[in-house]
């Protein structure tokens, strides 16, 4: 129980990393606010870690609205009085070549993945400030070296890299760490999707020839949160079985 009496706020964590990161935070003994903009999947992790034996929560904000995180962080000070950890974990992709690209979607990505990152960073910093302690951890991705047919996702994704090196500097004299974990390829109902082909394509690409799994991606997380790293700020780890990247 390594995060007895922490509070945790992940933001996503109706989908698949965020959900099986709110687990195993929440059996080393953490509360979790379960945030996702689709409420029924927040619900959905909140009966698992319930079911599991922890305590959490459920949370609709949209984190790329400054009020709805103001609102989320509101939550988790009023009913547990202090937060300790930010996992900023939300993100998703609108593909497609640069020649194509709509500014709608080189928006929504970048809204989502970074802004939505600053926005719920700059809302729990005043509370870890005043605590004088808080741990962050942003969710970046392998791609931030660069993909084809991902330019929004991939500075996005550079950009979360950035935030980490600026915040993690801004907030270390606090006593508030910020760390990054870039997943590779990982087992999840979304890969499974993906055509054989591909999948196998990128499978080869990875060392370790084989898909990650997403307790290897929460227990990243989980490092960077509990008192092993408290001497580890603003540092990016690839979780990826040794894929770096292009
Ligand atoms: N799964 C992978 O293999 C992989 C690899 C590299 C990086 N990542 C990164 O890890 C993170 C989690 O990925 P995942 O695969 O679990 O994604 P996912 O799509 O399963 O989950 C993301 C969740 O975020 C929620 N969400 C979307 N917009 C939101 C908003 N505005 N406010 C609040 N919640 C919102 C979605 O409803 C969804 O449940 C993302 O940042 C992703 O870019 C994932």
Request: aromatic share 4%; charged share 25%; with cysteine.
């Amino acid at each position: 129980m390594r995060l007895q009496g922490k509070n945790a706020i992940i933001t996503g964590a109706g989908g698949d990393l965020g959900r099986g990161t709110a687990l195993r935070l929440a059996e080393e003994g953490a509360r979790v606010l379960v945030n996702d903009i689709k409420l029924e999947r927040a619900e959905e992790t909140v009966a698992l870690v319930e079911k599991a034996g922890g305590e959490a929560l459920a949370n609709a904000a949209d984190i790329t609205s400054a009020e709805a995180v103001g609102e989320m962080v509101d939550q988790v000070m009023e009913s547990w009085g202090r937060v300790d950890i930010l996992v900023n974990n939300a993100g998703d992709i609108r593909d497609s070549l640069i020649a194509k690209m709509s500014e709608e979607a080189w928006d929504w990505v970048l809204d989502l993945n970074l802004k939505g990152s600053f926005l719920c960073t700059r809302a729990v910093a005043p509370h870890m400030i005043e605590q004088s302690g808080g741990r962050i951890v942003n969710l970046s991705s392998l791609a931030y070296k660069g993909n084809i047919g991902q330019a929004n996702y991939v500075s996005a994704k550079s950009g979360i890299v950035g935030l980490t090196q600026a915040s993690g500097l801004e907030f270390a004299r606090y006593g508030i760490s910020v760390n990054c974990v870039a997943p590779g390829l990982i087992d999840t109902p979304k890969a499974q999707t993906l055509d054989d082909a591909t999948r196998e394509r990128l499978v080869r690409m990875t060392p370790m020839r084989r898909m990650g799994e997403i307790v290897d991606i929460a227990n990243a997380i989980l490092f960077f949160v509990s008192d092993e790293a408290k001497y580890v700020t603003r540092q990016v780890i690839h979780v990826s079985g040794g894929m770096e990247g292009f």
